[in-house]
């Protein structure tokens, strides 16, 4: 596949997908005979998982630290696990943050609704 062909599947722009060549997110891409990226299998696989993790918020540098580690290969499992781990306990407490958020909107827009039908009086503006 062609830089723009992954670039159009992926919803990443070129310009993004060389970063993360550049920056050894993506393990080398092949070329063809005229020196093009050439976008294998493998290499897609890899454009997906980044795209993934970087919408979770994972950094370019723990990424960029997993992608060395897994060049290292199967000594490096261990300490793979560990970081993913890390990045997920991250995201969990991200995510217990944005529920609690979610409910006191929620609690918010029910009061407003009991207000507006005439079911609540004694509401008095708070924070």
Do not use: H
């Amino acid at each position: 596949m062609t830089i723009a062909e992954v670039s159009k599947k992926y919803d990443l722009t070129p310009d993004t997908i060389r970063y993360y060549e550049k920056e050894g997110l993506i393990p080398k891409i092949p070329r063809n005979k005229s020196e093009i990226r050439d976008f294998d299998e493998n290499s897609c696989r890899w454009i997906e998982f980044i795209k993934c993790m970087r919408n979770a918020g994972l950094s370019i540098g723990v990424l960029s630290k997993y992608v060395k580690l897994m060049e290292k290969g199967p000594k490096t499992a261990k300490e793979r696990k560990q970081l993913l781990e890390g990045q997920r306990d991250i995201l969990l407490k991200k995510q217990k943050d944005i529920n609690d958020t979610i409910d006191r909107l929620n609690y918010k827009i029910e009061v407003y609704d009991d207000i507006v039908k005439g079911k609540r009086r004694d509401f008095m503006p708070e924070p």
